[in-house]
């Protein structure tokens, strides 16, 4: 299964490569032009046959969040620095799992009640009896994911460790396969680096220049109890992005992505967050400010080992998206 081969490769912020190669190959005879450019993000072309058509970026990243190794010490215990956000009470007591195979278990410092959510406070013990022997299989700089098999829970979701954000590159390798002769202009950007700052997706977006940008990505569900406050529900349908801390999405966008679910009834919802973000905030302000919006699946637990989503929402976002690539957009002089 393609979402279940994502979710389990590795491809830490900044080492996609293993992501990107997966992807690769599950679109090579769906694309009319492949590209992958410094940073690492990879592009995919589809060409447009309406006569109005307009330039549409969907971005969707690789990455997922980890740690890399910033020191060793004398009795073998590894000390980490987190490449994205990381929860140090999620990561605690977890296996995580080096490039090359290595299994680690994650302990900290001080007395847990104490750690607060200090990430320097941890460590990886990989069960090296020391810095000389831990040195045989690890090194400064050595990066490290969480380890969350996939596994099918009741009602149609699933958990795995990655699934922000391999939910979005399967939902756009599965719309650009449903996707024959598109109307607009399609590039399917599978960004790297989001979790630590939007980074890929910036200098795609300044690359590609396109009229229209959607991020599809995961959102934060609030349906469980929590800090967080809003109406995100997994399994209520595809979450259309009004807002979050770090952009404000495109009305006339929003409203073609409302009237093309109701048209063809995919089950939608609108998601407002007060916390977190995604590529659409770095797409929004690329170039000379491009007309932004996102598309996302609802996620529990996310930033976790263990997320939950729901299959039928992953469904709807691809049923929007393979539509709405196909809209005569009309902007506002
Ligand atoms: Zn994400």
């Given amino acids: ?108 410092t001080v007395m847990f009640e104490n750690v607060k959510n200090d990430f320097t406070k941890l460590y ?47 939902v756009l390798i599965e719309a650009l396969k449903k996707t024959e002769k598109p109307y607009n202009d399609c590039y399917f950007v599978f960004t790297v680096q989001e979790e630590v700052g939007c980074r890929g997706s910036i200098v795609s977006a300044e690359r590609i220049k396109p009229d229209i940008g959607i991020a599809v990505d995961i959102t934060p569900a609030h349906d469980y109890p929590c800090d967080l406050e ?41 998601d407002v967050i007060d916390k977190g973000g995604t590529d659409a905030s770095s797409i929004n302000r690329a170039y000379y400010g491009v007309k932004t919006a996102g598309v996302s699946t609802v996620l529990r637990y996310p930033h976790s080992p263990n997320a939950i989503a729901n299959m039928n929402d992953i469904e709807a976002s691809i049923d929007l998206l393979s539509r709405y690539v196909d809209i005569s957009f009309k902007f506002e002089e």
């Fill in 124 to 170: 990886v013990d990989i069960g090296a009896k020391s810095k000389e022997e831990a040195l045989k299989y690890i090194k400064i700089g050595d990066i490290a994911s969480y380890i969350g098999e996939f596994v099918e829970l009741k009602n149609h979701n699933i958990t795995a460790k990655a699934l922000d954000d391999r939910i979005g590159c399967y």
């Fill in 1 to 108: 299964m393609v979402l279940k081969e994502l979710t389990q490769a590795f491809g830490v912020s900044g080492y996609e490569k293993e992501v990107r190669d997966l992807i690769k190959n599950y679109i090579k005879d769906y694309a009319d032009d492949i590209f992958v450019d410094a940073m690492g993000n990879l592009i995919v072309y589809k060409k447009g046959t309406g006569s109005n058509k307009k330039k549409i970026m969907l971005a969707a990243h690789m990455d997922e969040i980890g740690m890399q190794v910033t020191k060793i010490e004398d009795n073998g215990m590894i000390k980490v620095k987190s490449l994205g956000f990381l929860w140090t009470p999620i990561t605690y007591m977890n296996r995580v799992k080096f490039r090359n195979g290595t299994i680690g278990i994650v302990s900290s």
């Fill in 230 to 270: 809003g109406s995100n529900t997994v399994g209520a349908g595809t979450a259309i992005k009004i807002s979050d801390p770090s952009v404000i999405c495109d009305e006339y966008l929003i409203s073609e992505m409302i009237k093309c679910c109701e048209e063809h009834n995919i089950k939608y919802q609108l």
